[in-house]
Nanobody, 126 residues
Framework: DVQLQASGGGLVQAGGSLRLSCAVSGDNLDDYAIGWFRQAPGKEREGISC????????YYADSVKGRFTISDDNAKNTVYLQMNSLKPEDTAVYYC???????????????????WGQGTQVTVSS
């Protein structure tokens, strides 16, 4: 079964940047939609971005549009999330997940993703 591992989180000041990585193993990245999610303490898990390499589609939630960029490297079987202009409200645990049939044409829904990696903590200070 496909496995995912998120990494790259850390502590950064407001306005700074961070790049997260999602390493995919057990299957080809091209066969999946890969989504990025985040969850702050006491809050619901929020879908923020998605990519489907096969059709070249990308989706961003309004909360991150214009600041975050999702990309993929099929040779490395890895998806990245470049986060710029970070705000304190971006503080959360960030997760990546895989959807076998997703196309990333619309909002990223938690229930559509069946395989999840462990999260990586992102903390943005002011």
């Amino acid at each position: 079964d496909v496995q995912l591992q998120a990494s790259g989180g850390g502590l950064v000041q407001a306005g700074g940047s961070l790049r997260l990585s999602c390493a995919v193993s057990g299957d080809n990245l091209d066969d999946y939609a890969i989504g990025w999610f985040r969850q702050a303490p006491g809050k619901e898990r929020e879908g923020i971005s998605c990519i489907t390499s096969r059709v070249g589609s990308r989706y961003y939630a309004d909360s991150v549009k214009g600041r975050f960029t999702i990309s993929d490297d099929n040779a490395k079987n890895t998806v990245y999330l470049q986060m710029n202009s970070l705000k304190p409200e971006d503080t959360a645990v960030y997760y990546c997940a895989a959807d076998k049939i997703g196309l990333c044409f619309g909002p990223v829904v938690v229930g559509d993703f069946g395989s999840w990696g462990q999260g990586t903590q992102v903390t943005v200070s002011s």
